[in-house]
């Protein structure tokens, strides 16, 4: 228990553009999954697991994002880092401006995924990294592992049939001294100018030096979605349906909100157009491995 991670550091600074018009007039963390907020549901899991510190960066209606905190998670602390060039730049900016923010272990997590809360368990200790064997919707980072289930190697680009690689799931937990050897990497690409990158090639350069190491921790293919696009917000919410009001006991509640949902809540401002019809689904490709988002 002594190495449980309580601090978890979200990325929100993006701009959503694939999922417009949803993030018109809200960042792409407050669209709703079956009528949830996927920030909602994401900071009832971190809870559920004991998470104390929230650092988020943010970048794009930050404002939205302090006010949703501010009335959804009053029991936990947050700390807010300012993305002022989140428009061109990507998320290994964000990352990086994070670096004087934390300095103890962390769970690192992008602020656009749905998944079962159990799973988060066995990432609370630190030099985890998620992921999950590969379905036909899944593009971008994969990585391969060694005989003890580590990371040996990450690929920008997977073939569906590759057996021997498994797709990344964009959450990680760093030790403070594996930070330490990160912050300084970070600091290079930066300083070179190399601020449309993503993390992740960071963490590529580093595992092959050897100078970082991950052991693998398997979420379940069928309980997690990345959401990208609209097509994305329908294949979540099969996943994830929505679950009536009379089903929720009267004692599952954590602190100040419901475990259904901080979203519920009487007194938060209702986000409009922002739970998907699945009867009127568009279909728009999700991000080439590559393209900027």
């Known amino acids: 228990m002594s190495k ?53 960066v943010t970048g794009y209606l930050d404002e939205c994002i302090r006010e949703f905190l501010g009335k959804n998670a009053p029991d936990l602390q947050v700390d807010y880092i300012f993305n002022p060039v989140y428009r061109t730049t990507n998320n290994i900016y964000s990352l990086w401006l994070a670096r004087k923010a934390i300095e103890e ?32 919707w899944m593009n971008g980072t994969v990585v391969e592992l060694n005989s003890n289930n580590s990371v040996a190697a990450f690929h920008v680009s997977h073939d569906v049939n590759d057996a021997k690689r498994y797709k990344t799931v964009n959450i990680y937990s760093l030790s403070s001294q594996s930070w330490q050897r990160i912050t300084k990497r970070l ?55 929505r679950v009536p009001l009379d089903t929720i006991s009267e004692t599952a509640h954590l602190g100040h909100t419901s475990c259904l949902s901080p979203a519920k809540s009487t007194n938060i401002p209702k986000l409009e157009n922002k739970r998907l019809r699945s009867d009127k689904i568009v279909h728009i490709g999700k991000l080439a491995p590559g393209e900027k988002p």
């Not at 809200?26 to 920030?39: D, F, N, R």
């Open 4 to 56: 449980h991670i309580r601090t978890a550091l979200l990325l929100a600074a993006g701009t959503g553009s694939r999922l417009r018009p949803l993030t018109l007039d809200a960042p792409k963390c407050l669209t709703e999954v079956s009528g949830e907020p996927i920030l909602g549901r994401l900071i009832d899991n971190l809870r559920l697991q004991g998470i104390k510190r929230l650092v988020v």
């Open 105 to 136: 272990s962390f769970v690192l997590i992008e602020s656009d995924l749905v998944f079962e809360e159990s799973m988060l368990e066995s990432m609370l200790v630190p030099d985890k990294i998620a992921i999950s064997k590969i379905l036909p």
């Open 187 to 241: 600091d290079q690409y930066v300083a070179d100018n190399q601020v449309n990158e993503y993390y992740e090639t960071v963490f590529a350069d580093m595992v092959r030096d050897g100078s970082l190491e991950f052991d693998a921790v398997f979420f379940d293919k069928n309980k997690w979605y990345e959401i990208d696009c609209v097509k994305d917000l329908h294949e979540a919410e099969l996943m994830f349906p």
